[in-house]
Every structure is written in C-alpha cells, then in structure tokens.
C-alpha cells in the first residue's frame, strides 16, 4: 500500500481565519475549505473556481492540507495523491 512520505512536514498549524484570504481579496466566494498542515493558510478547495489550496501547494510547495469543514477530518498529500487521517 502507498503511503505519505511528507507526514514530518505537518505542524501543529492553526488557520489564519475560517475564509480563503485569497478570495476575499479579490472579493470571490469559495466552496469548501482546505487548512495547509505546513504553514497555516487556508484555501479554497477544487470545486471552487480559484482553487487555492492547490495554487498554495504549486508555490510554496507545501504537500499537505486538511479539510476545515464541520465535521471532516481528512487530509491529503498533493505529491503521493493519498487521503490522510486527522484526529
Ligand atoms: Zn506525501
Ligand atoms: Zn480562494
Ligand atoms: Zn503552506
């Protein structure tokens, strides 16, 4: 089975603010939610039209995010392409 070789790259990160900071600049709406485990920015998930998560991940190559949905606790690795667990 595969694995994520990035987990030492998690921190114990706090979001900056429950909103895509990005969007909100540029005075788009997002869809869901998605924490950087590295640094702490938050940004807007694939479905959303700016996908920040993932421009996040291309510049500052950060690999892992996490769902900051109510009720979700998943995470992923853009590099593996693995679903990871939070507690
Ligand atoms: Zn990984
Ligand atoms: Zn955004
Ligand atoms: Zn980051």
Redesign the pocket.
Known sequence: MKGCTHTDQIRDVKPHAHA?????K?G?T?VHLRLCMTCGNV??CDS??????T?HFHSAKHPIIKSIEPGENWGWCYIDEVELDFP
């Open positions: 895509c900071e990005e969007c909100l540029k788009d997002w940004g807007c959303s039209k700016n996908q920040h998560a421009k």
